[in-house]
């Protein structure tokens, strides 16, 4: 399979992140992914409730989209970086993130088969009440 050089995290269908894999990963950011990998695979992780002791790739990718998600909507830069970083070096076919707010949650897609198209802000001028 190819690198996708792009990925994209979008809440509601709205793009929040777009992550470019040319750009080359600084060395600190390289060895925390390493760190979250083995928190993760020395403490296990929780997908709706249920606790996995030896996680799969899949099952980390996720736990973290699901972290990815409580970070954007709790505007924790640092962790929203942290984790698009993670899903876009460890699933390098990843081409998007597509996070949706539910009752009590989110729902997540990881999107390997649709690349992502770059979205143009539109600018909306509010109108005065």
């Known amino acids: 399979m190819s690198m996708s050089t792009m990925m994209a995290v ?3 269908g709205v793009a929040q ?3 470019d894999r040319t750009k080359a990963l600084p060395d600190y950011q390289g060895a925390y992914l390493d ?3 083995r ?3 020395a403490e296990g992780i929780d997908i709706d409730g249920q606790r996995i002791q030896a996680p799969a790739l899949a099952q980390k990718a996720q736990f973290v989209a699901a972290n990815l998600a409580n970070a954007i909507v709790t505007n924790d830069e640092a962790q929203v970086a942290a984790m698009t970083t993670w899903l876009a070096v460890r ?3 990843l081409k998007q993130v597509k996070l949706r707010e539910e009752e009590g949650g989110f729902a997540i897609e990881l999107d ?3 690349g992502y198209i770059k979205q143009h ?3 909306i001028t509010p109108r005065r009440h």
């Open 17 to 19: 992140i777009e992550y």
């Open 10 to 12: 979008l809440l509601n």
């Open 39 to 41: 928190k993760m695979e």
């Open 35 to 37: 760190k979250m990998d």
């Open 121 to 123: 802000p539109v600018q």
């Open 112 to 114: 390997f088969d649709q």
């Open 91 to 93: 699933l390098p076919e």
